[in-house]
């Protein structure tokens, strides 16, 4: 009976400890770790039924040698790793080196196989034109895929990490086979591109920025607009690239800059273009209408409004709208009088300042006010919701949400100070700006109500000072700033000179 050659089971056990240190130890392939347990379960299998009595001869011949061309396998797999993707880590060699290593090692195995059991394989080979003809055309396809894989790993042109666009969809390059390349697309999909195609039809590789890894896309969108002739272009280019720039937006990169540019001139309009780099391919269609969103508050808020459609009728019922315009200064009104800075407000002065008040309007994630930016407004929000946030040097940290009658930003109108937190909207909000230069007119006639004011912000800006000092983890001298000092800073801010007495 032909037995297992003995030596081939210390063998089998080196390869097999070797692959289950490779698999917990490194970072190596651990699907070829599996490939090497199953071929050495495969040789102990094929190893035992060799040994089984009910066996002829010729049969236990054949079965040992393929346990012994098992065992060849799974010292190959073992090899291929130890060598590429631990030795020769260092160089990074592609995947396909390694499958081209295994590849040509089953070859061999497999000839040195039919060596053994007695067929000649040279002589098979070398005299049957009908058999050489029968394996090229069988093998017509793996050889192509296996040229255009060499093809792309010699010439880099497309790397794992990469994001490309083929006529069967946009992806990320997981890895390059010997037949095949995988991406996988935004929705979680995988797709098996054989080389061959990629090598035969055209590819967009999405671009990436110098010194980026190939897993930070950037793919440049021109977003049409149009706005009327009657808007100053200096003015529009200034506002879109002004509100792309000071709010984060996710998926679009800030470097390099959006920009705005005139794309053409038209009968009705102008139309308009900015330039954004887009950092998730295949979803672009979420962040370019994040952006179109972005552009349409920015454009309400300057009073530069879209193109409207031609020809359009509005029909209003105008006592119903006049109804709800005086409700609406009712309200806004009753708002005004529960803000603390305004609570001493006489009633013509309560409707002085309603008057002078600008509504604006903010895209959900939009930085309505920045830490450390000069102001001189405050805003009052009506509707939607927003979140004030403290850097302080550091990472961003909540200290308030806020809601519809509350109001942000009365430091920099009284005392003309830098903003001291950002404020972001969380949805769409609308709010109302009053300005320095409106409510000073208000501060003119009744000085006193400086003083009033004062008291208030005292107490409002001791406790913004407590969340400065936790979140610089360190104690930092107590303000003793007095009301009185407030007070002065204020009268200062808006030039009120004298006493504090009411003009007539």
């Not at 089971?9 to 199953?38: E, H, Q, Y």
């Not at 396909?96 to 394989?121: E, K, Q």
């Not at 671009?207 to 009327?228: C, N, W, Y």
């Not at 006592?319 to 603390?340: K, S, V």
Request: proline share 5%.
């Amino acid at each position: 009976m032909t037995k297992v050659p003995a030596q081939l089971w210390p063998l089998l056990t080196v390869v097999v400890l070797g692959a289950i240190g490779l698999a917990k130890w490194t970072k190596v392939d651990r699907r070829r770790v599996s490939a090497i347990w199953a071929f050495a379960t495969a040789a102990v299998l094929t190893g035992a039924v060799s040994m089984l009595p009910a066996l002829d001869p010729p049969q236990a011949r054949v079965a040992a040698e393929v346990s012994r061309a098992f065992c060849e396998i799974a010292a190959i797999q073992f090899a291929s790793l130890l060598l590429m993707q631990v030795i020769l880590r260092r160089f990074a060699l592609p995947r396909i080196a390694s499958d081209l290593f295994a590849g040509l090692g089953y070859l061999l195995v497999l000839l040195n196989l039919l060596a053994r059991l007695g067929v000649n394989v040279t002589g098979l080979i070398a005299t049957s034109a009908v058999f050489t003809a029968v394996i090229g055309f069988g093998l017509q396809d793996l050889l192509g895929n296996l040229a255009g894989g060499l093809s792309l790993q010699v010439e880099r042109s497309i790397r794992q990490g990469d994001w490309i666009k083929t006529d069967l969809g946009v992806g990320q390059v997981r890895m390059v086979r010997i037949r095949h390349t995988a991406i996988e697309t935004p929705d979680g999909d995988t797709i098996l591109i054989p080389n061959s195609m990629l090598t035969r039809q055209p590819v967009t590789v999405i671009g990436r920025l110098p010194g980026e890894t190939p897993s930070t896309p950037h793919h440049r969108k021109l977003i049409a607009f149009s706005v009327e002739y009657r808007h100053s272009p200096a003015r529009v280019i200034e506002v879109v690239e002004e509100a792309l720039s000071s709010s984060p937006i996710e998926g679009m990169s800030d470097q390099p800059a959006p920009r705005c540019v005139i794309v053409d001139y038209r009968p009705q309009d102008v139309l308009y273009g900015v330039l954004v780099w887009l950092t998730r391919p295949g979803i672009e269609i979420v962040d370019t209408s994040v952006v179109r969103t972005r552009i349409y508050y920015a454009l309400t808020r300057s009073g530069i409004p879209l193109t409207p459609i031609p020809q359009a009728i509005h029909l209003e019922d105008g006592g119903g709208t006049g109804y709800a315009r005086l409700d609406d200064e009712r309200a806004g009104r009753q708002a005004l009088a529960r803000i603390p800075i305004f609570q001493s407000l006489t009633a013509d002065e309560n409707r002085a300042v309603w008057s002078m008040l600008e509504r604006l309007r903010f895209a959900p994630g939009e930085y309505i006010l920045h830490e450390g930016d000069d102001g001189d407004s405050l805003y009052i929000l009506e509707r939607g919701q927003v979140k004030v946030t403290l850097a302080n040097g550091g990472a961003p940290r909540e200290l308030a949400m806020l809601h519809p009658g509350q109001f942000f930003g009365e430091m920099s109108l009284l005392t003309g100070e830098r903003r001291s937190a950002n404020v972001i909207a969380v949805d769409e909000v609308e709010c109302h700006r009053l300005k320095k230069s409106d409510f000073k007119k208000v501060l003119d006639r009744r000085h006193e109500l400086a003083e009033e004011i004062s008291l208030v912000l005292a107490a409002r800006q001791a406790g913004l000072e407590d969340a400065r000092r936790s979140i610089a983890e360190e104690s930092l001298a107590a303000s003793n700033t007095h009301d009185r000092d407030l007070l002065a800073r204020i009268r200062r801010f808006f030039g009120l000179t004298g006493s504090a007495s009411a003009k007539s």
